[in-house]
């Protein structure tokens, strides 16, 4: 349920999608090889073109402490994904004549602030002006513990409205849980049975559906956050994401959903474009992302310590997901490694570091730094062989052994270089470079 995290690959040159036998499957073999190797990545991705599988790969760990290996069908919380698979219902309700996307939310949640003014295009939009409520700091003390509705909607009636329905635009997962209630209400059914009725089973989705506690011995991966060494993560109770982001499915099932959304299988033409249409930047659950000339749609996701993404090139008929159950390594970078293969661009298999570093060089670069730079304070400190970067507001860090005196955290794009003797080093990230002395 994380805000959308933008695939922001800007590349001016034009690329002609690749032909099967041209897409270097033992090349993109060899990128998810080196991660898994490197303990860098746990998950899954498909790519699909003109409606059928070209690539799948599942690697590390679905559930680390059982030390289970994933597979195509191992299926993963989707997160903000959801989203879409929400709008189209929202859609497929208005072509059933159930309701309109310009009628106010005041008959269904007249407590809400605004309601009389707020629409359901509103909620699909992020344009409602409701209070995100997974923004809170407040949240994480009790997203694991089960809500009802009534429960929700006074929550969200509580945080307020952040701005005039309509005036602007901004990411509201509390706006998306509302329509969890709006269709219910509407088709008198619960959101779940909406799901597999509408969507999952006409289009013959297995591993699809709206999740609850994660059950691994069905075949559900839990989620880790690596923090030196790879930490399980608590669960967020799919009573409260609902249609914001309670779906659980894979990779291949979500390659196929696209493909039936945007070939007509699930709505009308005119109803996609709707969805198409960006105000602001939000489609109805749906985002735009470009790579190289192209103009892909779809949408991200974050729950727990999931991540995921999906993508469809209506032009080329391309459609690209990837769910990740642990990341210790930027995303984008695989995105963009996966969709170059798909469009025959070139691409590199990532090296790691083998460094290798003693006890005792770490030990002399423990302790706590400032800079006269920036506003922040860092303290370097050690677990086992592993150094970690310890922020205030922002967790710890771990820093992987480049090369003598010399560390990064690929997630953040961020290098440390050590001068031991200054008991200093310069941190370099997104082309700036900021001198932090220890105290």
């Known amino acids: 349920m994380t805000k959308r995290i933008i695939l922001s690959v800007m590349i001016a040159l034009a690329g002609l999608a690749a032909t099967a036998q041209d897409f270097n499957k033992a090349k993109l073999d060899s990128v998810f090889t080196a991660l898994e190797t490197n303990e860098k990545f746990m998950g899954s991705t498909a790519v699909m073109r003109d409606g059928k599988l070209l690539y799948t790969r599942a690697i590390g760990l ?22 879409t698979f929400t709008s189209v219902l929202v859609l497929k309700a208005k072509e059933e004549g159930k309701l309109n996307l310009d009628d106010t939310i005041d008959k269904y949640f007249p407590e809400v602030p605004n309601a009389k003014k707020i629409t359901i295009r509103h909620l699909l939009s992020h344009r409602s002006g409701i209070h995100n409520f997974t923004s809170d700091p407040a949240y994480e003390t009790w997203n694991t513990t089960p809500k009802t509705r009534a429960e929700l909607v006074k929550i969200i009636g509580a945080a307020g409205s952040d701005f005039e329905p309509g005036t602007k635009a901004a990411y509201s997962n509390s706006g998306f849980v509302l329509l969890s209630f709006v269709l219910e209400d509407v088709y008198k059914t619960p959101y779940a049975k909406l799901i597999r009725e509408k969507i999952t089973t006409p289009i013959g989705l297995r591993n699809t559906y709206v999740g ?119 995303n ?14 070139p691409f590199e298999v990532p090296r790691f570091s083998a460094y290798k570093v003693t006890s005792e060089e770490l030990d002399q670069y423990l302790g706590d730094y400032a800079s006269k730079d920036i506003p922040l304070k860092i303290t370097i400190a050690r677990e086992g062989s592993k150094l970690i970067a310890k922020v205030a507001g922002q967790g ?21 270089v050590f001068n031991p003797k200054e008991k200093s080093f310069v941190m370099s990230q997104g082309g700036r470079s900021f001198l932090f002395v220890r105290g």
């Open 332 to 345: 984008n970078n695989l995105s963009i490694a996966v969709l170059s293969a798909a469009y025959n661009k």
């Open 62 to 83: 679905s559930d680390r402490e059982m030390q289970k290996h994933p597979d195509e069908n191992t299926r993963y919380r989707i997160g903000s994904i959801t989203k």
């Open 396 to 416: 710890n860090k771990p820093l992987d052994a480049l090369e003598k005196d010399k560390f990064g955290d690929e997630l953040a794009g961020v290098i440390l």
């Open 212 to 330: 609850g506690k994660i059950k691994p011995e069905a075949g559900e991966a839990k989620s880790y956050k690596y923090d030196g060494t790879w930490k399980l993560e608590k669960e967020t109770d799919m009573s409260i994401p609902m249609s914001a982001g309670a779906i659980v499915s894979t990779p291949t099932d979500l390659v196929h959903f696209a493909e039936a959304l945007f070939s007509g299988k699930l709505i009308s033409a005119a109803s996609l474009q709707e969805m198409k249409t960006l105000n602001e930047g939000y489609g109805l659950g749906l985002f735009t992302f470009p790579f190289y000339d192209k103009t892909t749609y779809g949408h991200t996701g974050g729950i727990d310590g999931f991540t995921s993404f999906l993508s469809y090139d209506p032009d080329n008929k391309i459609a690209y997901a990837l769910i990740s159950n642990g990341s210790n390594y930027n």
